[in-house]
């Protein structure tokens, strides 16, 4: 799809790899970028309209539809981690992360597949992770959410391939932002993961596979759950 005129709408889009998004949308050339965010009064960013948009809220969502009806591009990129390790914490983390990163990103998707329908098709993208896929010990319910999202996403480009919605998913690991500062570890800057994802769109190619360690896992999804170990 081309990007150069088309209008989008990203969520989580006041920082990190939403606010990429959102300026590589324009950079790209896009005509109108609808940036959704929980709390417009704190976000100002050149060139977009701002929407008042929690994926966990019904209200909000549909008034996000009715805002932003005439996008062609939606990028589900709200997310949050916040679970408990494997054996202690409170579950109510963990819940949390379905609630937004699984069940918001497939709220917002079915919200928006009429919409995308109506504007020829479109684009629907979902921010899943190396963590779709990899065992992970430390913040398992974190994984657990973005394996459901990945699921979600292979449904959805199933579901809607008869609309002519071109359904991406985008795989990395660290990347360089607020949510990963006390990582010790190599870290992919958000431009470039919103970089990879507009020539995916461009191209109309289903899967980005950002870094090293997205490619290397996605690589072993065939052998032993060891090989999916991140000390690996």
């Given amino acids: 799809m081309e990007i150069k005129g088309s209008v989008a709408l990203v969520t989580g889009a006041n920082r990190g790899i939403g606010l990429a998004f959102t300026r590589a949308l324009l950079a790209r050339g896009a005509a109108k970028v609808y940036a959704g965010v929980r709390s417009p009064e704190d976000f100002q960013e050149p060139g977009v309209e701002t ?10 969502i549909a008034a996000a539809v009715v805002a932003a009806s005439d996008a062609t591009i939606v990028i589900n990129n709200a997310g949050i981690q916040a679970g408990p390790a494997l054996l202690e914490g409170s579950l109510e983390g963990a819940r949390r992360e379905l609630e937004v990163n699984y069940l918001g990103t497939w709220a917002v998707s079915r919200a928006f597949a009429p919409v995308l329908t109506a504007n020829g098709g479109g684009v629907l993208v979902n921010m899943l992770s190396v963590a779709s896929w990899r065992v992970n010990k430390r913040w398992p319910s974190y994984a657990a959410s973005k394996a459901a999202e990945w699921s979600l996403t292979n ?3 199933v579901g809607l391939r008869q609309q002519g919605t071109l359904v991406v998913g985008v795989h990395v690991g660290a990347v360089d932002t607020d949510a990963t500062a006390s990582l010790d570890v190599p870290k992919v800057p958000a431009a470039e993961v919103a970089a990879q994802t507009m020539d995916a769109i461009s191209r109309d190619v289903t899967e980005v596979l950002v870094d090293e360690a997205s ?3 996605r690589a072993a999804l065939s052998g032993p759950v060891e090989l999916l170990e991140p000390d690996r």
């Fill in 215 to 217: 490619r290397r896992v």
């Fill in 155 to 157: 449904a959805l480009r």
């Fill in 51 to 60: 929407l008042r948009l929690d994926v966990t809220d019904e209200d909000q």
